[in-house]
């Protein structure tokens, strides 16, 4: 009996809770999607999919929960490693069928299941950033411009592989949120304001000086890689009345959850037709189901998981998990904040899914893997401690970690 409650006092139980609503709330949103697409044979086939998909990923949790921060500190150059490496092999083993769709070789096939590897090399990333932010902050505790650009170069080193390889599929969405991660540990991790300031009024010009070429330009941007389709949604989002595929859907999906007014048309009523609404757009269910109502618990239970989170990571008062609980924070609040932004035409079209909601399972996986880390610091906190005053260094290892 003392060893259940010692393990129930472990678990936190705010963040289950939290994702688990987030799952109900998936699953009767796609039975919704699914059963009002003509294009979809069979509602029962995809739902039985996303339910194995959310069994996998709760597998996921409770198995990162049971390594503790000593295990995951050494770990993580491995976790990197192959996420770099399932990056190269997509390149080359890509699915040609969903490449010729979707012009880009972002997914593996293996007979009618699909895979979409850049998914999972996200936790791998937000792991290997707080290794060597932890690292660095250790060997140099005072905060300079010296120091802060060496740290700065050192984030930039790590990220540039996988960015760089997702590039290559191409995948701009993907690469949006590996730079929201780097941008959350880069401000956490305590860098000067004096280059925090010029740097991010430089990535405004940057996002500025984007959009500027895209309108007026566009060969310039075609010589560095960008694509057709990713042109035509900056102008869909600028004139979604344009009449493309694109723009109609952004269109439709604005009028769905616009129809659903205050409180909703009821769950399972869907009057207006949104493409493959079961994925990137279905926050259009939700709003014309349950409305403006429905949609802010939707918003509240993610202020709640955050939330949760935050309080788990201000409670360990653990340095490593900290970054990484920084990481997965930023993974999914951009997820949110795109997703809903593209839903109802705020932002443009970019495929971000709704985490724990869309369909699809890769997506639901790296979520759920940040799920676990964050959970995994409540469960061994007190066994496992970071402590600056108490790392040392060697020329050969720089594992820095105490019990």
Excluded at 185 to 200: D, K, R
Excluded at 339 to 348: E, H, R, Y
Aim: glycine share 8%; aromatic share 14%; hydrophobic share 50%.
């Amino acid at each position: 009996m003392e060893n259940e409650t010692k393990l129930d006092n472990k678990i936190d139980y705010g963040i289950l809770s939290s994702v688990f609503l987030l799952m109900i709330i998936g699953l009767a949103s796609l039975y919704v999607a699914l059963k009002h697409d003509p294009n979809v044979e069979s509602v029962l086939r995809p739902m039985v999919s996303q339910g194995v998909w959310y069994i996998l990923g709760a597998v996921c949790v409770f198995s990162l929960m049971q390594l503790d921060s000593e295990q995951l500190w050494k770990l993580t150059p491995y976790f990197y490693a192959a996420g770099v490496f399932i990056l190269i092999l997509v390149l080359v083993f890509y699915d040609r069928q969903i490449s010729d769709k979707v012009d880009a070789k972002s997914w593996f096939r293996i007979g009618s299941f699909t895979f979409q590897p850049s998914e999972v090399a996200k936790p791998a990333y937000i792991v290997m950033l707080a290794r060597v932010t932890t690292l660095h902050n250790t060997k140099y505790p005072q905060h300079n411009l010296h120091n802060d650009f060496i740290l700065i170069f050192k984030l930039i080193g790590w990220t540039l592989p996988m960015v760089g390889l997702i590039v290559l599929q191409p995948d701009l969405g993907t690469n949006l949120v590996f730079i929201a991660i780097f941008l959350g540990i880069i401000i956490m991790s305590g860098i000067m304001w004096q280059i925090l300031v010029p740097a991010f009024v430089a990535l405004g010009g940057l996002i500025v000086g984007v959009l500027a070429l895209v309108i007026f330009n566009q060969q310039f941007l075609e010589k560095l890689g960008f694509k057709l389709y990713q042109f035509n949604r900056i102008f869909d989002w600028l004139n979604p009345t344009s009449g493309s595929s694109s723009a109609d859907q952004v269109l439709n999906s604005i009028r769905a959850i616009g129809s659903g007014q205050l409180s909703g048309k009821g769950f399972g009523v869907s009057q207006v037709y949104v493409p493959v609404r079961e994925s990137d757009m279905i926050f259009s269910v939700i709003g014309e189901n349950f409305g403006f109502i429905g949609a802010c618990i939707l918003i509240f239970i993610y202020f709640i998981l955050i939330y949760q989170m935050l309080s788990t990571t201000v409670e360990t008062k653990n340095e490593f998990y900290a970054y990484i609980s920084t990481g997965v924070i930023m993974m999914i609040l951009f997820h949110v904040f795109e997703n809903i932004g593209m839903s109802i035409g705020l932002l443009p079209m970019t495929g971000v899914p709704l985490p724990f909601i869309s369909q699809g399972g890769s997506n639901l996986l790296s979520n759920m893997i940040g799920i676990g880390l964050v959970m995994s610091m409540k469960f061994h906190y007190k066994n496992y401690m970071f402590s600056r005053n108490s790392e040392t260094f060697s020329s050969t290892e720089s594992e820095s970690y105490i019990k």
